[in-house]
């Protein structure tokens, strides 16, 4: 498994952009698809956009696509969050998440390697 540490949550303003930002431990990173999710309190943990291990397919959730684009940078074990538009819907804590594998996964169950959240609050 990898260790996972998300950074770069806040508190902005609807219309707002902010980057998240998700540390991965360990030499073999490029084995591993990565994703974002995110829970709100009182609902259930929802996917926001998943990379492949080479970069080469991303997914996002038909809620932010268009406004926000995953991304990874394997030389720096590093895998983005970029949200734009933010809206007080997309407020919760947002996780990162891994797993090897080839492809781009979209459920939470598909993943075995959690970060702790960051909390983005987005206010109206």
């Known amino acids: 498994q990898v260790q996972l540490v998300e950074s770069g949550g806040g508190l902005v303003q609807a219309g707002d952009s902010l980057r998240l930002s998700c540390a991965a431990s360990?030499?073999?990173?490029?084995?591993?698809?990565m994703g974002w999710f995110r829970q709100a309190p009182g609902k259930e943990r929802e996917f926001v956009a998943a990379i492949t291990r080479t970069a080469g397919s991303t997914y996002h959730a038909n809620s932010v696509k268009g406004r926000f684009t995953i991304s990874r940078d394997n030389a720096k074990n590093m895998v983005f969050l970029q949200m734009k538009s933010l809206k007080p819907e997309d407020t919760a804590v947002y996780y990162c998440?891994?797993?090897?594998?080839?492809?781009?996964?979209?459920?939470?169950?598909?993943?075995?390697?959690w970060g702790q959240g960051t909390q983005v609050t987005v206010s109206s």
């Open positions: 360990g030499r073999t990173f490029s084995r591993y698809a």
């Open positions: 998440a891994a797993r090897e594998g080839a492809g781009y996964y979209l459920a939470a169950y598909e993943y075995d390697s």
